[in-house]
């Protein structure tokens, strides 16, 4: 298995010789292993070096990376889904920390994952660099003589004629150049070459990965990606204080962020009202009122897959719910709080989860006496007797509220971050109401009713039902970069895979006999028939200036050509037939 | 967003009749796809075949002779052309198809090409009820997708035919993964004709997904051919080593181990750009669907992967040492990670890629 590419024969190799920059494999005869021992620091680097630039580890190192990046599709990423790692966590406490040390749960920014790439890459530099100073060189000169033997060439053609062997060479010239071929000068030989857009394209493609590494790298570094519920009426301004999370990369500078905002007027959601898939999604849209560096406002609406580019950021629709619009008296009859408490969804029905944290309550004895209400939410109510109260269907057709309360110390001063989202009921001071059997009440609430509270506590009111929408704001540098990076890939992929780097050679001589010794050889480095083909395009242009000798002796086929054989990838015959 | 109108319920019933006739026509196709290769076993194959299919040498333009792996003489149309093949070369010539030298063999596969053709006609009709009856790409779960891949596979190789390549020897093959494609597909995979949830809502679902099952289609006929590779090379070495079994008779007829070498290089070459592009463009759509052009969601891990493999496979091939087997193992493996994606990650493994419509 040790055949070179082009080893046909001694004349072949030379004639193939810088028909690509692809470095020549010499991995399986590294000689002068026994004196390996002897070759020094220096000597053992370039050994290192070698071997990595070689085609065979890109190879390897190629294969590894794909290797690696299977376990994080496999295994919870911290990146992609903190809950589910916390999960897998808690669910398997010995493979747990084994996994976190090796890294499972950050698989592409793991120390061994980052060791495959970056070799890679190393190698690719230390691969691309020389193969581009070749390629400049092999620009810059001219196709290689012909070589002694053309028979011993993958394609040959030959025949004897009466013209003149200038007269056959000219017409050779001229159609090579016609067919975009150049054309070394020489005198009783052509030399032509064509096709170093491939090598051109190869080079472009590897170049281009480097691009896309650097636009990788920056956006990773230098991003921010944040989420903000956003409830009708109310805004947003691009700070980060005004985050509910804010994720960001190293690099990332909470003073430089954009300045922007913008305004959330009205959402609107559709839902698949029959069939089996009732209640799916079908169309979300946000109306918002923005400013972005101008300071001027503009009308937007933000669809799911179209978000709004303002300043450099991009502001994305990721999720919507409702929110409840309460009044709570307190027991002194003041307001003590009015505005929308948003409600998580917890189904694709959106049945929601939301609490009510009244604070600034005062008892009906003057005293400080919080209030809180634990509430399930739901767009289109039932009730059965297995779920309980749920919801059916994500639109507003039949909303209700239900809510257990409860007052004493909502525990929200003790310093700790809360939950917005959650009462914390095993606090010993926060008491739910109860009745007078001491079963905790409940209350069943649509909108426009009012529950007055036992005992004169006080009065929660459901004014209305608003909606909220979650939205994900993010900055990424290097975007474009790595379009343009992956544009160029395309192309040198195309122009590396499609196109043909080929040679083709054409000596007409004078024999003993007064006759014109004509003989063309066509040579490519990869595996593909269009080099006979063009080679017999060029042999009938030639062939018509310079035809056959009348009294020619039938050409005795070379080479042990068996005639009765017809290779199944030559249909030319039949196509054309 | 608008909503497309809903569904026609009556399309998509049409649309189920016309899957289930192709599928019944395919089995036609692949039975006497198998008549054929009966036939073509009891002809005593290709040493007869050989000299019967051999052209009336006669050239009076000059000959280009392309040295041909195993010396054969490659014919163009006038000037002849000889062709001396770089490659691992073991004298091996092509095989004369599955119906070896059988007249009546050779009728069995004509008819299996036209039951394919009929097949494929009414798959075509299938896939265009179901796009008329949901008014959007006829790609939006897995069912669509398998559909749509089996048809777009036997459309690749009825091009070739109707181009005049010799691919008839994977016929059978082929219509039997098209047939259990499907057959996954209206049992397992089955989704009712229904509209998308809003995220796939966009132009993308056209560019993206329709390239996604274009280089499905022809990369799994690339990975068919390096089967069939690996199979016609051990018998090649066997019939080197003069220790052929009985069922040899079926690698026989194959084309020669090299020409199938060749033939799924060029095929998985010529889609490596394509591949890249579906990357590419899924990219983009995941950028201005989820704000990031690259996450590692698994379906994207994935595809990552299949690109990488087949990168690997490429490399392969342009360093010595590493073309025949080992590419072509290479090139396996990296099927496998494409119909890993497809079918593991969309089924077993939640990412953001809601498709599987299971
Ligand atoms: C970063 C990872 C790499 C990827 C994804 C990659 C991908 C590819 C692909 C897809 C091809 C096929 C296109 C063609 O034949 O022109 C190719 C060809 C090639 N690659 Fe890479 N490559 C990588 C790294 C390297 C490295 C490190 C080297 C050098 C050691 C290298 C050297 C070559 C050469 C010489 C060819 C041309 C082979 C030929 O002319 O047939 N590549 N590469």
């Known amino acids: 298995m040790s055949t070179t590419d082009t080893g046909t024969g001694t004349g072949v190799d030379d004639a193939a010789e810088a028909l690509s920059t692809a470095p020549r494999e010499d991995g399986d005869t590294a000689g002068g292993s026994p004196n390996l021992p002897r070759l020094g620091v220096l000597g053992w680097l370039r050994w290192f070096w070698r071997q990595l630039t070689s085609m065979r580890v890109a190879l390897i190192l190629l294969f590894l990376l794909s290797l690696a990046a299977i376990p994080g599709s496999l295994v919870p990423q911290e990146g992609v889904d903190p809950v589910k790692v916390a999960d897998f966590l808690k669910a398997h406490t010995t493979l747990g920390p084994i996994y976190t040390k090796l890294g499972l749960f950050h698989v592409y920014s793991s120390v061994w994952f980052s060791a495959i790439y970056i070799l890679l890459f190393v190698s690719l530099a230390g691969c691309i660099i020389p193969r581009s100073w070749q390629f400049v060189g092999q620009l810059r000169s001219q196709p290689p003589r012909a070589p002694r033997k053309l028979d011993r060439m993958p394609a040959y053609s030959t025949w004897r004629t009466q013209a003149e062997p200038e007269a056959v060479l000219a017409s050779a010239r001229d159609t090579l150049r016609a067919r975009r071929y150049r054309v070394a000068p020489g005198e009783e030989s052509v030399a032509a070459e064509k096709g170093y857009l491939r090598e051109a394209g190869n080079l472009l493609f590897h170049i281009a990965l480097f691009g896309m590494l650097i636009a990788f790298a920056v956006g990773t570094l230098y991003k921010s990606d944040g989420n903000k519920l956003v409830v009708t009426g109310g805004g947003f301004t691009n700070n980060q204080t005004q985050y509910d999370d804010l994720k960001h990369g190293a690099f990332f500078e909470p003073d430089n962020m954009a300045p922007f905002g913008f305004t959330l007027n009205a959402f609107h959601a559709t839902y698949e009202r029959s069939g089996p898939q009732k209640g799916t999604p079908r169309s979300y849209a946000a109306d918002v009122t923005y400013f972005g560096a101008d300071g001027k406002d503009h009308q937007r609406t933000i669809h799911v897959n179209e978000p709004l580019e303002v300043a450099g950021n991009k502001v994305y629709l990721t999720s919507h719910g409702y929110s409840t619009v309460v009044t709570v008296k307190d027991g002194q009859g003041n307001v003590a709080y009015h505005g929308p408490v948003p409600f998580l969804p917890l189904d694709g029905n959106v049945t929601s989860q939301g609490v009510i944290k009244v604070p600034d309550a005062v008892g009906k004895d003057g005293k400080r006496d919080q209030l809180g209400f634990a509430g399930l939410f739901t767009p289109t109510m039932a009730i059965d007797p297995v779920n309980g109260p749920h919801s059916t269907f994500p639109a507003l057709d039949r909303p209700a509220l239900f809510l257990s309360a409860y007052h004493g110390d909502l525990g929200m001063d003790s310093g700790l971050a809360q939950n917005v989202y959650q009462l914390d009921t095993s606090n010993k001071n926060l008491q739910q109401f109860k009745d007078a059997k001491g079963t905790p009440i409940k209350a069943l609430m649509v909108p426009g009713d009012t529950w007055t509270l036992p005992n004169g506590a006080g009065s929660i009111t459901l004014n209305r039902i608003d909606q909220w929408a979650n939205f994900e704001i993010v900055y990424q540098p290097g975007n474009s970069l790595a379009l343009t990076s992956a544009v160029c890939m395309l192309i040198g992929l195309a122009g590396s895979l499609f196109i043909q780097r080929r040679r083709v050679w054409v000596r007409a001589r004078r024999t003993e006999d007064g006759h014109t010794l004509v003989e063309l050889a066509g040579l490519g480095r990869s595996e593909s028939r269009k080099v006979a083909e063009e080679l017999a395009v060029l042999v009938t242009a030639v062939h018509a200036e310079a035809p056959t000798a009348a009294e020619e002796p039938q050409e005795a086929q070379p080479d042990s050509v068996p005639s009765d054989s017809l290779p199944h990838e030559d249909h030319s015959d039949k196509e054309q037939a | ?358």
């Open chain 2, 1 to 358: 967003m608008n909503i497309a109108a809903g569904v026609n319920e009556h399309m998509a019933q049409i649309s189920n009749y016309l899957v289930y006739s192709a599928m019944a026509v395919y089995t036609l196709a692949f039975l006497a796809h198998i008549t054929e290769w009966i036939f073509g076993s009891r002809s005593r194959v290709g040493r007869t075949a050989r000299a019967v299919a051999a052209p009336a040498a006669t050239a009076s333009a000059p000959a280009v002779r392309v040295k041909q792996r195993g010396g054969g003489t490659a014919v163009l149309d006038r000037p002849k052309v000889v062709t001396r093949d770089a490659s691992e070369d073991r004298g091996a010539t092509d095989g004369p198809g599955a119906a070896g030298g059988s007249e009546k063999g050779d009728l069995y596969g004509r008819i299996a090409i036209s039951l394919t053709t009929l097949a494929f006609l009414l798959h075509v009709g299938g896939v265009l009820a179901r796009a008329l009856s949901v008014g959007r790409a006829p790609w939006g779960n897995m069912y669509e997708f398998s559909v749509a891949l089996g048809m777009v596979a036997v459309g690749v190789y009825l091009a070739l035919l109707a181009l005049g390549k010799n691919v008839r020897w994977v016929g059978l093959f082929l219509i039997t993964s098209v047939l259990l494609d499907l057959g996954l597909a209206v049992t397992v995979l089955y989704a009712d004709s229904d509209q998308l949830v809003p995220a796939l809502h966009s132009y993308w679902l056209w560019i993206h997904v329709s390239c996604a099952i274009i280089c499905g289609a022809v990369l799994h006929l690339g990975a068919l051919a390096t089967l069939l590779y690996l199979f016609r090379d051990g018998y090649e070495v066997r019939q080197a080593q003069g220790r052929l079994g009985k069922l040899d008779s079926m690698m026989e007829r194959l084309p020669a181990a090299a020409s199938l070498d060749k033939f799924a290089y060029r095929i998985n070459a010529a889609i490596f750009p394509l591949w890249t592009f579906t990357i590419i463009a899924g990219s983009i759509w995941a950028e201005s669907a989820w704000g990031r052009y690259w996450g590692w969601d698994p379906t994207e891990t994935w595809s990552f992967i299949t690109w990488v493999a087949y990168a690997c496979y490429l490399h392969a091939r342009a360093t010595a040492g590493w073309k025949g087997r080992k590419a072509a193992y290479l090139c396996l493996i990296a099927f496998g990670c494409y119909l890993f994606n497809f079918y593991c990650v969309n089924i077993f493994i939640v990412g953001k890629h809601s498709y599987a419509g299971l």
